[in-house]
């Protein structure tokens, strides 16, 4: 009788978890068990959709076999086209959970990505001095 690799490593004991996952196929999730709701179903991480909420979706979206007219297109490239104030800015950053307003060297600037742009080094730097110790005059809001 001829031993396959993983007979032999399984004979010592050398047999990994995911060896025996790989190699046995009968293999089941201890933590799913034998019958799984979810087997062949996307996990609903970032990148990988739903295909039942896809499906869902194309039944019952309002705007199914709508178009826009021409005249609200129009309008929509033109409300888009032009540059927000910056009263608007300011909403936008204070709503924001993502954006921390931050103090450098006395300049209150709206968010990291603002100070960057402003002052001409990278977001990686900023972000890094505001929270070095060393950099008193740079700090978070």
Sequence with gaps: MKLTEYNKNK?????????????????????????????GVPSGRKGISNPKHSEWMKENNPFRGKTHSEEHIQKLREVNSEPKSEQHKNNISKNSPNNKQCIIEGVVYRSVAEASRQLNISENTVRGRVKNKNFNNWCYE
């Design 11 to 39: 004979a010592r004991g050398r047999v990994s978890f995911y060896q025996k996952k790989k190699d046995d196929p009968n293999w089941v999730n201890p933590r799913l068990g034998k019958e799984s709701p979810l087997k």
